[in-house]
């Protein structure tokens, strides 16, 4: 025998009813556009096996897989922690050396030693928090362009691996047809990994810990959070994806070199994507990914690759800090024109 | 009227209104007090006023002319002279380094070194110390300083916030007694005060704020004797606001 | 032993030109607590006009300090209006400002890369190829004229601190922002001023580079790595601090390259950088970097 509802429980009945019909099929359209997505991603290479024709795509989609790794991931630390890194093209590189080496000289394949590039990266990211994230604030910044100049410094130097040369890796062996497929859905899996484990920090208790850092640290260390472990977890976190997408990457390209991992202009990159898309979101490092890496393609396209591309880039981000420093989707989210499609929590 | 502000509102960057519409009418030669638990709004007034924050409504005026957009420096020149909760010296000069700057906007040296003179006759402790850096002073004596920073200029307006923070009893005494010191020679001095009781009886006139707002406000003496706000803002728990026990003060402001 | 007093000396003569790069850093994170990423690409961008100086008009790169500080003293003016009161106020202010500055320094050397392309360059008046020669040591000439010179611009730039009545608004805003506004310094206007000075310091720097070292337009991330190490030893924003600090690495540098090889010098400079954040968060003679 069912008891008469409360007052209450009425009026959030009415709610529903006036606001559902508005709300609910929404959530569901999202949920929709999202699924079909991702089966859209899934089953693309699929003309490429019947034609022999998307290869350039295939390319170009991989391509923007690595990017919106590289972005989910940075913004654990710098949209959600507030700490901006501006190195983090590192830890894809040492995901790709680690693999790289592990296939020179154990002939292990990057596709198994992806997972361990990864925990690779995560170490040392561990390590370098330890050692930079106990201070706050702008000095981490300082130490992670420090850190790529360091690194490529050292790599450089290091003759067992091709110093500045580099050392190219051995072929996947299969037909031009299908050569790329594999590495697609590695990126592709590692690319929707980094964005879940972004949105599932972000709806963390973690993830409130790392926005109240970002808000005001010294209140936040008065309310009781750990905020040199957080920040020191977070900055190792996001190295994860990152270094297993560096693995399949440099597995990929068949070489490695220090030059295309530890250049600054990577790791502006990466940054300038998530600023484009909006800080501390779970859609704008994706949509801001998609968006450079179009940007790009288009500009170099159109007039071939200057010098003044690096000019583009910095001339991009000097307009998005200063008029939008909240990003495409932050921005939209403040002014209440937020598309539902691209609000994932 | 000397300095009038009217149903001023301000707050820090994007973040929301710290005072929200806040008045004070302050005459020439009296001295007011400001009180009001933690995080009122009390040393926000104040540094709206000298310029440090731009009102976001309301208006500033002085001698009749409107403050609001003035630069600091420019309000300062006017003769409103503030001398700021945390001290705010120059830790790595020395206290005579810290007069001359102070006389940053004089231009006659003579003039200057002059009023340092008789500065020192107000705090001589700051004549004995004069090479000594301003980092390695004793706390009284930085309030010392922070305050004949403040007299250098001969304002119109001095006004200190928090002048015994952090003092051991003796030397807030000793500074109470420099305010009132000043109070004989004629100055308008607004003083924000956590110490309700020495502060109010340091001045001709109380306000109190809380929540950014006006609450009250009257003869400093009757103030100190008011029930209401003994209970409220004068009691033992110094600095902790009873919840629930706002409306009725606010019931007292309007029925006052 | 000579030897090593040799590689001593050649560390000392170029500490004073790292002294005179860092001290303009120095100066603009003092007074206006902003880290200027950007400071190589000045340096470089100046350097490249003491180098046309030179080749189109034969002026001597030593003396073109009388146009390089000029110009880059209004550059910078122009550019902290243009920039920076727009986020003035902005959460972590500091940490915006390494964007910023990193930026415009991606916009300088993607124009400087357009304009002058990758090539290697360097101006050579005669004496860049000449040596002091005393006992059994030798100073390169160029190295020891530079030297000089920027410890001579330190010289001037710390009595003008010192002893003008700017200078002392400027120490005290780098003192104590709040206090320098209560006394009626306008730090709007000092902040302008101290951000041109220190982007004609390495303008200075820059005419001292276009003789000292070859350089290509995307060289300025070896400088501003080097920098900034220089800046967290010398405790940032203390000028003191930077000066001692650049004699100081410059010198293990020269060491470090003697004894493993050049390649492996600049590395002194990270190294160092991590070691102060390891184990002084706060720089050797000071203050806090907060966000
Ligand atoms: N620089 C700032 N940025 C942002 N918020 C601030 C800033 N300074 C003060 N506030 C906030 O403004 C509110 C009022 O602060 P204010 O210092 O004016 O209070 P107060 O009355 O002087 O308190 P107290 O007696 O503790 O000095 C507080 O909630 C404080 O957190
Ligand atoms: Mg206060």
Redesign the interface.
């Known amino acids: 025998m069912p008891e008469n509802p409360s007052r209450d429980e009425i009026v959030k009945a009415r709610k529903e009813v006036y606001l559902g019909s508005v709300v609910a099929p929404r959530v569901e359209s999202r949920k929709l556009f999202l699924f079909s997505l991702l089966c859209a991603l899934a089953l693309f290479p699929l003309l490429q096996v019947a034609s022999g024709r998307f290869n350039y795509w295939l390319h170009m989609l991989l391509f923007t897989f690595l990017n919106v790794t590289m972005a989910a991931s940075w913004n654990i630390i710098g949209g959600y922690a507030g700490y901006i890194s501006l190195g983090h093209n590192v830890f894809s590189g040492i995901g790709g050396y680690v693999a790289g080496a592990l296939l020179i000289f154990y002939g292990l394949s990057p596709f198994l030693t992806a997972p361990l590039a990864g925990v690779v990266a995560c170490l040392f990211g561990l390590l370098f928090g330890l050692i930079t994230l106990r201070t706050r604030g702008s000095a981490f910044i300082i130490a992670t362009i420090a850190l790529v100049l360091l690194t490529k410094l050292g790599l450089d130097n290091w003759e067992l691996l091709g110093g500045t040369n580099g050392v190219s890796l051995p072929l996947l062996p299969l037909p031009a047809r299908f050569v790329k497929l594999p590495f697609y859905y590695g990126m592709l899996l590692t690319a929707v990994g980094a964005v879940y484990l972004s949105y599932r920090i972000r709806h963390s208790k973690f993830g409130l810990g790392l926005r109240a850092i970002a808000q005001d640290e010294t209140k936040a260390e008065v309310a009781g959070i750990p905020t040199s472990l957080y920040k020191i977890l977070a900055f190792a976190i996001s190295g994860f994806f990152p270094g297993m997408a560096g693995a399949l990457w440099a597995y990929y390209l068949t070489y490695l070199r220090p030059t295309i991992y530890f250049a600054i202009l990577g790791a502006a990159e990466i940054v300038l994507m998530v600023l484009l898309g909006g800080r501390g979101t779970v859609a704008g490092p994706v949509l801001g990914a998609v968006l450079l890496v179009a940007m790009n393609e288009f500009f170099v396209a159109r007039f071939g690759s200057t010098e003044l591309n690096i000019a583009g880039t910095g001339l991009l981000m000097l307009i998005i800090l200063i008029f939008f420093p909240e990003g495409i989707v932050g921005t939209l989210r403040d002014r209440k024109k937020l598309p539902r499609l691209l609000d994932w929590g | 009227m000397l300095l009038e502000v009217e149903n001023v509102t301000a707050g820090y ?1 994007a973040g929301p209104n710290i005072l929200d519409g806040v008045s004070l009418r302050i005459e020439q030669g009296k001295s007011y007090c400001i009180i009001g638990p933690n995080g009122a709004g009390k040393s926000t007034l104040l540094r709206t006023i ?3 924050l731009r009102p976001r409504s309301g208006r500033i005026i002085f001698k009749g002319e409107v403050l609001n957009n003035l ?3 420019q309000i ?2 006017k003769g409103i ?2 001398v ?1 909760q945390d001290r ?6 020395s206290v005579k ?1 810290n007069l ?3 006389g ?2 004089l231009t006659n040296k003579q003039d200057l070194e002059q009023r340092i003179q008789t500065v020192f006759e107000i705090f001589p402790v700051l004549k004995e110390r004069q090479s000594q850096l301003a980092q390695t002073l004793s706390g009284g004596e930085q309030q010392m300083l922070a305050m004949a ?1 403040a007299l250098i200029l001969k304002p119109d307006v001095i006004m200190l916030d928090e002048p015994s923070l952090g003092l051991a009893p003796l030397v807030a005494i000793q500074v109470f007694e420099s305010i009132k010191k000043l109070k004989e020679l004629g100055m308008t001095i607004l003083l924000v005060e956590q110490n309700a009781r020495k502060g109010l009886e340091c001045a001709d006139w109380g306000y109190v704020l809380d929540l950014g707002k006006n609450r009250f406000e009257g003869p400093a003496h009757s103030l100190l004797h008011d029930p209401q706000i003994e209970e409220l803002y004068l009691g033992k728990r110094r600095g902790t606001r009873p919840q629930g026990k706002t409306r009725t003060l606010e019931q007292g402001v309007d029925g006052s | 032993m000579i030897q090593l007093v040799q590689v001593f000396l050649l560390g000392l003569t170029l500490g004073g030109v790292y002294a005179l790069m860092a001290s303009g850093l120095t100066l603009i994170f003092g007074v206006m607590r902003i880290v200027n990423i950007a400071h190589g690409a000045f340096i470089l961008f100046a350097a490249y006009l003491a180098y046309w100086g030179f080749k189109l008009y034969q002026i001597d790169p030593m003396f073109s300090l009388l146009f390089t500080m000029p110009v880059m003293f209004l550059l910078g003016m122009g550019i902290y209006r243009l920039l920076f009161p727009r986020i003035a106020g902005s959460r972590r202010f500091t940490s915006m400002t390494v964007l910023l500055t990193f930026s415009l320094a991606l916009i300088m050397e993607g124009v400087m890369g357009f304009l002058y392309s990758g090539i290697y360059r360097s101006a050579n008046p005669p004496y860049t190829t000449r040596a002091l020669l005393f006992g059994p040591f030798y100073l390169p000439l160029a190295q020891l004229y530079a030297t000089l010179l920027s410890l001579v611009l330190l010289g001037l730039l710390f009595l003008f601190l010192r002893f003008t009545r700017t200078g002392r608004a400027i120490r005290a805003t780098m003192q104590n922002r709040t206090a320098a506004q209560i006394v009626g310094v306008n730090v709007e206007q000092i902040s302008t001023l101290a951000f041109g000075i220190g982007t004609a310091l390495a303008g200075a720097s820059g005419s001292m580079v276009s003789f000292l070292f070859t350089f290509f337009p995307a060289k300025h991330w070896q400088w501003i790595g080097t920098l900034l190490a220089l800046i967290v030893l010398g405790g940032m924003g203390s000028l003191p601090g930077s000066v001692v600090g650049s004699f100081l690495l410059a010198v293990i540098a020269a060491y470090l390259g003697y004894f493993y090889g050049p390649t492996w010098s600049p590395i002194t400079f990270y190294l160092a950088l991590f070691l102060i954040l390891l184990i002084r968060p706060e720089g050797l003679l000071g203050k806090k970097l907060e966000a």
């Open positions: 960057g000298c310029g440090l630069r600091p420096d300062l020149r002279c503030f700021p705010s010296l120059f830790p790595e000069m380094e001359l700057m102070a940053y906007t920073r």
